[in-house]
């Protein structure tokens, strides 16, 4: 069922209409039968540019306007439709409009964090993965200008996240940083599945460059349900390969680190433990440092593209508690939760050290006990208890889609005191690459 059909039943089950506004993206709503204007809702668009928009609406009640107890359900269901049909309308396909470079802020521990997409083309399908192939590279004078763009923006401080796709896949990656670094770039964050860091030389090229920290995609450690999650074949020998080099070259005295990003989903969960004892021993056998250990859930596209990848929280949460255990046991630390690829942290034994030190933006969150219907097709969920909570500043909550797959009683709220959280600049938080 199309987003737009999704708005057009709530409007014709509710009798309602809905008029564009001048000024701004702004739409009123009316009953069909006559009458004054019974609410606004203005629209706010983050990262139009993105593979990722993020769209927030505001709801501005008109005075005089009463509502019935099925119209105040409605502006809900019409809210999440409308911000579904908008975020899809905006989402740029790669091939759409040319071979254009996606530039995207997401929120990170010093604020807004950039990430620049180089490509699209890539040498594995994860189903969950939001990003749409094309087999090509973004064209190299608008990966420029959006370079450009950052450094006018201001979201430029001299750190960027390079992704894709698979962006050691493009020959042009060493002339990429190079284009960065003339324009202020000191260090480079790569967002990679590994598979190539294991060429003769080019790790050591990267690091070169500025290349200083590494968010490998690692969601099995056995060869069989590798190749199943990342819809490849044969290419695990060279993922650990390339994980390995990468682990030897984070040694004590380097500045160079390294995060295994595990995308937690239906297929994997049971094997998380055994997953991080695999990593254990590897970094025995490196003598490296680290690896840290990202694990993360489904995004709202993930969700909502691949349902059959995701898993009920409180099916997988015992086996994320023993996993985040035993990374402590081994000397491994686990990145904190936070953007919408992160777990709430109330599903773990101790919730405080899994929570960032910055509040998030709240504009994309709802809280309600029932995501069913329309209502569990955009935006972020969390249960009306959350708001007690002591890290709910600090907790994007379950996607909308989640919710409405699995409903909310995974979450266990808590009440125990805790320092308070720094706001974060407002802004979009997809810092994953599922």
């Known amino acids: ?9 709530v409007l014709v089950r509710l009798g309602w209409i809905l ?14 039968a006559g009458g004054g ?41 019409l809210s999440s439709a409308l911000g579904l ?57 608008d990966i420029e200008k959006k370079l450009d763009a950052l450094v006018r923006d201001g979201d430029f401080r001299g750190e960027l996240t390079i992704s894709g796709g698979e962006p050691t896949l493009d020959r042009r990656l060493p002339s990429i940083l190079e284009a960065a670094r003339l324009r202020g770039g000191k260090r480079f964050i790569l967002q990679t599945n590994g598979v190539y860091l294991s060429r003769p030389g080019l790790l050591e090229k990267l690091v070169g460059l500025g290349v200083v920290s590494f968010l490998v995609s690692f969601h099995a450690h056995e060869p069989a349900l590798y190749d199943r999650i990342t819809g490849s074949r044969g290419q695990y020998p060279l993922a650990v390969e390339g994980l390995s080099l990468l682990l030897k070259r984070c040694s004590k005295g380097s500045d ?22 695999f990593l254990g021993r590897l970094k025995a056998l490196c003598g490296g440092r680290g690896p840290e250990l990202y694990f993360s859930m489904l995004n709202e596209a993930g969700h909502q593209d691949a349902p059959s990848w995701a898993v009920d929280l409180r099916s997988a ?63 972020r969920a969390k249960l009306p208890a959350c708001r007690r909570c002591s890290f709910d500043a600090r907790c994007f909550g379950v996607p909308a889609t989640y919710a409405r797959d699995f409903g909310l009683e995974a979450l266990k709220p808590s009440r125990r005191k805790n320092k308070k959280a720094r706001t974060l600049p407002r802004s979009s938080s997809r810092g994953s690459r599922n």
């Open 37 to 77: 204007a019974l609410f606004e809702l203005a629209a706010t668009v983050k990262d139009s540019s993105s593979l990722a928009p993020s769209v927030r609406l505001r709801l501005k009640r008109r005075a005089g306007a009463r509502l019935t107890s099925a119209e105040e359900e409605g502006v809900s269901a």
């Open 19 to 32: 008029r564009r506004r001048p000024g701004g993206i702004r739409f009123e709503v009316s009953r069909s």
């Open 85 to 141: 049909f908008m975020e899809r309308a905006t989402r740029r396909g790669a091939g759409d409009g040319g071979d254009a470079a996606s530039s995207e802020g997401h929120a990170g521990k010093e604020g807004r964090d950039p990430l620049l997409r180089i490509t699209f083309a890539c040498n594995q399908r994860c189903p969950f993965c939001f990003v749409p192939l094309t087999g090509r590279g973004a064209d190299f004078g």
């Open 256 to 277: 160079v680190n390294a995060t295994v990003n595990v995308v937690v989903n239906s297929a994997n969960y049971r094997r998380l433990p055994e997953l991080v004892e």
């Open 317 to 379: 949460a015992p086996f994320l508690r023993r996993a985040v255990r035993l990374c402590r046991k081994l000397g491994m630390s686990v990145t904190p939760f936070g953007g919408e690829s992160g777990f709430p942290p109330c599903i773990l034994d101790d919730p405080g050290r899994h929570t960032t030190e910055r509040a998030l933006p709240m504009e994309r969150v709802r809280y309600a006990d029932d995501f069913r219907g329309e209502s569990g097709s955009f935006g």
């Open 1 to 9: 069922m199309s987003a737009d059909h999704d708005v057009r039943s």
